[in-house]
């Protein structure tokens, strides 16, 4: 195991090194087995002050939705419901995602509109439909609470609350939010034949082999982040006249290939956080499995990739499912 216990040996092992303006020592955080090192670990307060923020209902103009609202931590850090709700009960068209691991993501949101977890956390406060904020309005609310003040003060070296201190908090927060140590990191990075049931590892030959998901849901040789950090379209999302309900990453490019187009998700504690896909449309594990057997819903830009698979039997399909629920990661108290 390896632990980032200080700015020093953060560098040490190729890590950026805290923003300056953050105080104190690293928060320890612990690789588990299956994931790389944590990229830019933050110190304790910060980290403190961001899963205050995190779990305030000060974060939201009416006092009614907090970040675990659409994340919650019982259900793997995502939603349950197809589409988040928001400030005056207002529904999206697009399902929560997991912030466990978040970290290692290349980019933030299905469409990859943000780059950084900073830029994501402050998406949502500033979303009509969702937190309902202004920039003022959440300063403002969040610098009422004396004890966010008192917060402040502990991570920035003063009590000032800005919308940049806010954002670098949440996510200073949500960065040591990592899970692994699965059956399957067991299994496959730390050498035990008994982790997995051989049902999932007949369903973990299939995923490298016949079904051709790790294309997409890399597997690599020292770690398994499930994902190749690309956007795909996979028909998801279509009306009953066939055409796509959101573009997706199109409205982010304006790239004709991106219609359609979502981040492929990364698979870790899939069993946890149904529904699935970007708009929360397939309810169970196994009609995610039985989606990709079918080939996805036919589009212009459909992913050349997504095919159909001919003659895989009902048992094939049952144990693609028990591999996936054996990415299901140690939760550290």
């Known amino acids: 195991m390896r632990w980032l216990l200080l700015t020093t040996l953060v560098t040490m092992v190729g890590c950026t090194k805290p923003k300056a303006d953050f105080m104190g020592a690293v928060v320890p955080v612990e690789t588990p087995l299956g994931l790389p090192p944590v990229p830019d670990p933050a110190p304790a307060a910060a980290v403190a002050l961001g899963k205050s923020l995190f779990f305030s209902p000060a974060l939201s103009v009416d006092g009614s939705v907090a970040c675990a609202t659409c994340h919650q931590p019982e259900k793997g850090f995502a939603d349950p419901r197809a589409g988040s709700e928001g400030v005056k009960g207002a529904r999206g068209n697009r399902n929560a995602p997991s912030v466990w691991n978040a970290v290692y993501q290349h980019s933030q949101f299905w469409d990859g509109r943000a780059k950084t ?41 003063d009590d000032t609350v800005t919308m940049e201190r806010i954002a670098k908090a949440l996510a200073a927060y949500e960065r040591i939010l990592v899970r692994g140590n699965s059956p399957f990191d067991r299994f496959v990075f730390g050498d035990d034949p008994t982790a997995m049931t051989d049902e999932a590892q007949r369903g973990l030959k299939l995923f490298r082999g016949k079904a051709n998901c790790a294309t997409c ?15 795909h379209n996979l028909g998801v999302g279509m009306d009953a006249t066939g055409e796509l309900t959101d573009l997706g990453r199109f409205k982010i490019t304006g790239q004709e290939r991106d219609k359609g187009a979502f981040r492929t998700a990364s698979l870790r504690n899939i069993a946890e956080t149904a529904p699935y896909m970007h708009d929360g449309s397939l309810k ?20 050349p990739l997504l095919r159909p698979l001919t003659m895989f039997t009902r048992q094939e399909r049952a144990d693609l499912v028990a591999f996936l629920e054996s990415l299901t990661g140690e939760v550290k108290p």
Do not use: C, W
């Not at 597997?219 to 956007?231: P, V």
């Not at 594990?285 to 990709?292: G, H, P, T």
């Open 284 to 303: 169970t594990l196994k009609e995610v499995v039985d989606f990709y057997v079918g080939g996805g819903n036919a589009n212009p830009q459909l992913d």
């Open 217 to 231: 849901h890399v597997i690599g040789k020292d770690y398994a982040l499930f994902t190749d950090h690309q956007f």
């Open 117 to 157: 977890l900073e830029e994501q956390a402050s998406g949502p406060m500033l979303n009509a439909n969702e937190m309902g904020h202004t920039s003022n309005s959440v300063v403002a609310s969040v610098r009422a609470d004396p004890k966010f003040r008192e917060m402040m003060a502990a991570a920035y070296g």
